[in-house]
Structures are given as structure tokens and as C-alpha cells.
């Protein structure tokens, strides 16, 4: 029981300090605006960005939450360069808002590819059947959750999104598993 308890506390912990890093890079961007003299500017460009991400399904991601902050940092500092004059801030701010987030769609397109071309060559594709997997997954250190995404997403055919429903983990997280296991096999 005490255990339970204890991952629940370690989760929770973990999960205020995304929290908190995400509040100071939010922070550092407003800092090096204001210094800038671009802080509506880069503020309507942040908005317009988080009101616009949930268009697309999906936003590239650092491998970890330190390098994403960084890359976060970087990318609004030369948002903040790029803002124009205040008589055409708004449309300056909202045509870059639109610009970050079609290009981290692309960005994780491409990503995506990369793996799709890298499954093509271990021979892992969609509508394997589950001996072949197996065969190719045996002698392997995969953990039984990154087998059993690589079952549901090769042979199953399921989308990240219905593996996220079905094994209770962020969408993000089986993405990741997917790519480490993906890493794995590329090895042996």
C-alpha cells in the first residue's frame, strides 16, 4: 500500500515540476521579449501558438523536458527578433503563431517518417502477423509494453491514439516506447 502511495506522491512530483520548468521557460521567453521591447508581440505569439496546437494531432517533442525547454527558449528568441514594428504586430504575431505551429507538425511528420522507414528496414510493418513479430522481437531486452505497442500498432493495425485508451499511457509516451523499441531492433 505504502508503495502505491509513494508512486502516486513521485508522479504528482513529477508532474509539478513540468509544471514549474514550464512556467520558468514561459518566464525566460517573456524576459528576452520585454528586453527585446517585443513582449506583446511575443505574448499573442505564444497564445496564438497553444490555441492553435490542438488542430493538429500531433507537435514535436525533445527527447526530454530540459532540451525541449531550451529549443523553446531558442525558437521565441528569434520569434522575438522576427516580430515586426508595433503597426502590424498583431498580424506579424499571429502569422508566426500559425508558422511555429505548422512547422512542429512537420517537424514530428518528418520524425514519424523516419521511423516508418526504419521499421521497413527490420521488416516491422503494419499487417505483420503477430510469429513474424514475435520471431524478430525474441531475443531482445524490449519491456512487455513496448511489445505489446509494437503488437497493437504492426499487427493490429491500432493508431497511437487507440493504444494510448487501451494501455492507459499519454500519447506522447507510447510514441516515445515505440521509437526506443524501434531503437532496439535496429540494434540487433
Known sequence: MWRMNWLKTKIKLKYLWFYILG????LAI?????????????????????LLRPLYN?????????????????VFIVVTILELPKATSILTALILSITLTL???????????????????????KGISKEN???IIENTNLTETQKQILQYYYCNKMSITKISYLIHYSYDYIVELKRKALKELAKN
Open 133 to 135: 513479430l514475435n520471431k
Open 58 to 74: 500531433k507537435q514535436c517533442h525533445a527527447s526530454n523536458l530540459y532540451k525541449c525547454s531550451i529549443i523553446s527558449i531558442i
Open 30 to 50: 517573456l524576459c528576452v521579449s520585454w528586453l527585446n521591447d517585443r513582449i506583446y508581440e511575443v505574448i499573442i505569439t505564444i497564445i496564438g501558438f497553444y
Open 23 to 26: 512556467i520558468l521557460t514561459i
Open 103 to 125: 512547422f512542429s507538425y512537420y517537424f514530428r511528420d518528418y520524425f514519424d517518417l523516419k521511423d516508418i522507414l526504419k521499421a521497413k528496414k527490420l521488416k516491422v510493418t
